[in-house]
């Protein structure tokens, strides 16, 4: 295989797909050594094969807001790869979501899937609506009609989707409620992080920024290093950015900073339960403004048009969305003594900031490995559910515990390089491809 040749030929089919293109490109570079040691793999076409999707659904939505106005939106359904399991991946509702973010996002989730040790393909799935200001009623309204052009391709042993961004709990409840009136199919596996009083895990919630902070614990204690009295930075203040601050909290670090697309609230004197709670309390708003923390917390302080990058921090974790920490963000955590980063949120940095990190000797580790907790959860979500039973908040981060170590692990093992550091990135593509490619190579040319 040649990068560059594949490359050529995607861009050729797909002009202008930035985020897709950049995506496939970066696990190319990685994976390229390891594939061309595999003939069998080229005989197959396995790469030609697994960059394009499955099959993608496109769709009107049209819904009435509360002046009684018709709207339209795009929706989409990116069913990328089924090798290992049933398709598996969020929704997001976002005024940005176009065909290219949600590929680059089911290629993502493919090979974060592969990480989890669980039987899940990959899958992404959205629409441009763009919930901010709008009313519950109107969500409802939209949940209730994206469901009814999605419901007859997803299923229990299909496809489950799950959250994304703009898509939290009460989404995913009025999408569940309409599906099952569609469906007339009570079983409560077809979609996952739902309410716990019909079929939703304890820890759901938590997963994505409680794994993330386990991953961080084993890439440090392989360093040599500690969370504990570590300072931290975070991007977002939603679902991840939470359960980030919550568990960062708990393993001894103290969270600085939040921010959100007004500015960045400085938070010297760490976090705290108020403080965390309080973060839902703003993301459920619907003003997607970061600024009233600072109002009501008057040890903190707000900068507007300034991201959390800004603040001189010991760990910066991106949580809100793609390319979101770049080059010149970088250079800037690392003048300020910034020792390692870890994405959260999926291809939070951009490869010229991925690059800086990289070349300057810090820790890095990439989103589809530090955030499988989240997709992890759901996995055991949707085990609960065929079992028809609840597992204990102690037994689902015991499995969450286990499945971020072993991710740890195929990391180190596929990423060590011969200095005894460890590429991240490298590791974690090529642990994720080597199980989607194996499975592809034995079940034929399909």
């Not at 090979?111 to 609506?129: I, V």
């Amino acid at each position: 295989m040649n990068v560059n040749e594949v490359m050529a030929e995607l861009e050729r089919k797909h002009p202008g797909e930035s985020e897709y293109l950049q995506a496939v490109r970066e696990v190319l570079e990685s994976i390229e050594e390891v594939y061309n040691e595999h003939p069998e793999f080229e005989k197959a076409k396995i790469v030609e094969r697994m960059v394009e999707p499955d099959r993608i659904f496109t769709f009107r939505v049209t819904w009435v807001d509360d002046k009684g106005e018709i709207q339209t939106n795009l929706g989409y359904r990116v069913q990328f790869n089924s090798a290992i399991g049933p398709y598996k991946g969020g929704l997001r509702f976002h005024k940005a979501v176009n065909p290219s973010m949600l590929k680059f996002l089911g290629f993502e989730q493919t090979f974060k899937n592969a990480l989890t040790t669980l039987p899940m393909g990959g899958a992404k799935g959205g629409s441009d609506f763009d919930p901010t200001g709008k009313s519950d009623a109107e969500i409802m309204r939209f949940c209730q009609a994206f469901m009814l052009e999605l419901w007859r391709n997803i299923g229990v042993d299909t496809d489950v989707p799950a959250g994304d961004v703009g898509v939290g709990g009460r989404e995913i409840g009025f999408l569940n409620g309409m599906y099952q009136k569609l469906a007339r199919e009570y079983h409560t596996g077809v979609l996952t992080g739902k309410g716990m009083t019909w079929g939703g895990s304890i820890l759901r919630p938590e997963a994505t920024g409680f794994g993330a902070l386990y991953f961080v614990e084993h890439m440090l204690a392989k360093a040599g290093k500690s969370l504990k009295g570590a300072t931290i930075a975070l991007s977002g203040f939603g679902n991840v950015a939470w359960g980030a601050a919550k568990k960062a909290t708990e393993l001894g670090a103290k969270v600085i900073a939040i921010s959100g697309p007004d500015g960045v609230v400085y938070n010297p004197n760490g976090m705290t339960d108020e403080k965390i709670n309080y973060m839902l309390e703003l993301r459920a708003s619907n003003r997607n403004i970061v600024a009233p923390f600072a109002e009501k917390f008057t040890d903190a302080t707000f900068t507007p048009g300034k991201k959390a990058w800004s603040v001189k921090c010991d760990i910066a974790l991106p949580c809100a969305f793609q390319n979101e920490l770049n080059e010149a963000d970088a250079k800037e955590l690392l003048a300020n003594g910034t020792w390692c980063v870890a994405e959260v949120s999926n291809m939070g940095c951009t490869p010229e900031a991925i690059h800086t990190f990289q070349a300057a000797g810090i820790l890095f580790a990439p989103g589809k490995a530090v955030n499988a907790g989240g997709v992890a959860t759901s996995g055991l979500e949707m085990t609960q559910n065929c079992m028809h039973i609840s597992w204990s908040g102690k037994e689902v981060d015991e499995k969450l515990h286990f499945i971020m170590e072993s991710i740890h692990e195929a990391c180190v093992r596929y990423g060590e390089q011969k200095d005894g550091t460890i590429n991240y990135v490298k590791g974690a593509n090529i642990a994720g491809f080597m199980k989607v490619a194996q499975a592809m190579l034995e079940q034929g040319v399909i």
